[in-house]
């Protein structure tokens, strides 16, 4: 059974950089595309960056691109999400999700909360002066 755990959230001020880390456990991350997702207080859950099983692929939100960089660590079986520039507004829980893809060729990934079966307990991140 894969198991998925966030790290890395924090208090940091707008401007600053965080890195988050969703490791795995229980499954080879290969055979999966991982997304990271974000829900602030009165807000539904969006999709923030996605990577697909081979790392070929990422996506990224219109609020996010050119400040966050998602990327694949298949030695320590880990996706980073990389934020730089942070904005008040990115203050959320954060979570990662794992969507199976299976290893034999890249599939993409998708930023829609269904592709993914599951989902870390999530870190929280708070952006604040």
């Known amino acids: 059974q894969l198991q998925l755990v966030e790290s890395g959230g924090g208090l940091v001020q707008p401007g600053g950089s965080l890195r988050l880390s969703c490791r795995a456990s229980?499954?080879?991350?290969?055979?999966?595309?991982i997304g990271w997702f974000r829900q602030a207080p009165g807000k539904d859950r969006e999709g923030v960056s996605c990577i697909s099983n081979s790392g070929a692929v990422t996506l990224y939100g219109d609020s996010v691109k050119g400040r966050f960089t998602i990327y694949k660590d298949k030695a320590e079986n880990t996706v980073y999400l990389q934020m730089n520039s942070l904005k008040s507004e990115d203050a959320a829980v954060y979570f990662c999700?794992?969507?199976?893809?299976?290893?034999?060729?890249?599939?993409?990934?998708?930023?829609?909360?269904?592709?993914?079966?599951?989902w870390g307990q999530g870190t929280q991140v708070s952006v604040s002066a």
């Open positions: 229980g499954a080879i991350l290969d055979a999966y595309a």
């Open positions: 999700a794992a969507g199976y893809s299976g290893s034999s060729r890249d599939r993409g990934c998708s930023q829609g909360q269904d592709d993914y079966d599951y």
